[in-house]
């Protein structure tokens, strides 16, 4: 049966029953590649919620890159993990705002017809590292959206209950679909891993990107001191207008980047750049950072280590532009620096970075809205680098700016971002 991609807001069930089958975005092993090719719509068959899972109607769904790497089957492919194997079929998409439709057994926290957003860490609750440790400790731990199938870019998806977040208020359904991922990300590398306090100083790479934006205003919210490296003077005013002290055009220092593989002569060269780089930070800041924002990888990762100051933090969750790092380990134990990786979040962790937005201390920020047509063309867009921010996926809502509950800020609209 063709779908037509314009009725996917239509549905004939109310909360509670489910249809027989949905509208989908699908990648499957043979087709992987470029994501304009690998994502196409399909009639798949609408899962039922198991032991402790909700299905939710999705509303909106949030674009990450997480589904470029699926799309592509880089640097491994996703089918593979999860329950993946057992469904043979991958259904994209780790943020989604929507509707509480359907609880399985066991459920009693939320209702069909609750309104919420959806974080993406899924674990077995048979872990005893989630009931004591960490859910990101848990061997069960994976993406949702990613690392399993029945994502948010589907008429429907299944979530395991501890996912769901009620939804902010204020905001539209795109705007409320389009944070999680990065936002809770951020507040983890932040506040629970670097114990972010007032009066410290930061620096924050990429901080006009999806986790920038966000590290920025944690930093603002803390009473801390951040300065954001971006690429162009309209992500410098983003930046500083979302609480900056101010910004580095990366541009300017361009020969501070590793390349790898470089000559001991191009080493110093670039090692002179790092140099005068950390020295406008620190007059920036008024003193070298306590904490440096990290996700760029191969590229500034010297030039993170060298410019933290001693006994301070680099915080990393990617490695953007290459995962083997070298970088002169001398500035690291001399003056007894500390390298803290992370990863998304935790439940508790996403209900308190979203209790910010709820309260509106901490806005998403949002560049584009496309239709449910545009998911494989929103993908391609982000492999060509030729997105500028968060891009949100309408599903059930049929319009821009439904969803509003309460008056509020909402969102920023940014021309830039990314
Ligand atoms: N582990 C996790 O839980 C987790 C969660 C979220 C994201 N991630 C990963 O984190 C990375 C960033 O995600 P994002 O959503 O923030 O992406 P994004 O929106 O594309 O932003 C990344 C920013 O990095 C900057 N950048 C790119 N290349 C650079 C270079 N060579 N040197 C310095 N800066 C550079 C760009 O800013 P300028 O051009 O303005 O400098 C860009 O805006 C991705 O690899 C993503 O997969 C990991």
Redesign the pocket.
């Known amino acids: 049966m063709a779908i037509d991609l314009q009725q996917v807001s239509k549905i004939d069930v109310q909360p509670g029953e489910l249809p027989q089958s949905m509208a989908a975005w699908v990648i499957r092993e043979e087709r992987q590649g470029e994501p304009k090719d690998a994502f196409q719509v399909e009639e798949i068959e609408v899962p039922e919620p198991g032991a402790f899972e909700v299905i939710v109607r999705v509303m909106a769904a949030g674009v990450?890159?997480?589904n470029v790497w699926a799309a592509l089957g880089k640097p491994v492919s996703v089918m593979k993990y999860g329950d993946h194997p057992e469904f043979g079929h991958h259904i994209g998409g780790s943020d989604a705002s929507g509707y509480v439709w359907k609880v399985g057994p066991g459920v009693t926290r939320w209702k069909p017809g609750d309104e919420v957003v959806v974080h993406c860490n899924q674990a077995s609750y048979e872990d005893p590292e989630v009931h004591g440790l960490d859910p990101m400790a848990a061997p069960s731990q994976r993406i949702w959206g990613y690392e399993t199938t029945w994502g948010s870019f589907a008429q429907f998806t299944k979530v395991q209950a501890q996912q769901l977040l009620p939804k902010p208020k204020a905001l539209s359904w795109e705007e409320a679909a389009s944070y999680g991922?990065?936002y809770f990300?951020a507040y983890r590398m932040l506040i629970t891993r670097c114990n972010l306090q007032a009066g410290q100083r930061v620096l924050i790479?990429?901080a006009?990107?999806?986790?920038?934006v966000f590290a920025t205003q944690l930093c603002a919210a803390a009473g801390a001191h951040c300065v954001g490296?971006?690429?162009s003077p309209e992500?410098g005013e983003l930046v500083e207008r979302l609480g900056a002290v101010g910004f580095i055009d990366?541009g300017e220092f361009a020969g501070m980047?590793r390349k790898g593989g470089e000559s001991p002569a191009e080493e110093k060269a670039r090692f002179l750049a790092s140099r005068e780089f950390s020295k406008r930070v620190s007059e920036m800041l008024g003193d070298a950072p306590d904490i440096v924002f990290e996700?760029?990888g191969q590229?500034?990762f010297p030039t993170s280590v060298y410019t933290v100051k001693p006994f301070g933090k680099v915080v990393i969750?990617?490695g953007?532009?290459g995962f083997n790092l070298d970088f002169d380990v001398r500035y690291l134990w001399m003056k007894q620096k500390e390298i803290v990786g992370s990863?998304?979040a935790n439940a508790y962790e996403c209900m308190k970075a979203n209790e910010l937005i709820e309260s509106g201390q901490i806005k998403p920020v949002l560049w584009r809205t496309m239709g449910f047509d545009g998911v494989a063309q929103a993908h391609q867009l982000m492999l060509e680098n030729k997105h500028l921010?968060k891009i949100s996926i309408l599903v059930g809502a049929d319009s821009e700016g439904q969803g509003r509950t309460a008056e509020g800020g909402g969102a920023i609209h940014a021309e830039v971002g990314?």
């Open positions: 990450n890159y997480n991922l990065v990300t790479w990429g006009a990107g999806g986790l920038g490296v971006v690429s992500k990366r980047m996700h760029v590229a500034t969750c990617a953007t532009t990863h998304f921010g990314g």
